[in-house]
């Protein structure tokens, strides 16, 4: 689990700690908790998007599911 991992870095640093955290998922599964939607499409292939408690919208890949 990530909770907002990225959020007080400056931008070169930010690019450093995604590709650090890419390649140490080595295929595992991340739980990333992020108001940034670039970090997380970036780094998952499911993005779930929760608003008022409920999900919002779902996207996988990129493209709504």
Known sequence: ?????????????????????????????????????EDASLLCDRIVRVEDGSIASTKRDGAPS
């Open 1 to 37: 689990i990530a909770d907002e991992p990225f959020s007080a870095l400056a931008a070169s640093a930010r690019e450093t700690a995604r590709r650090a955290l890419q390649d140490e998922l080595g295929g595992r599964a991340l739980l990333l908790v992020s108001h940034a939607e």
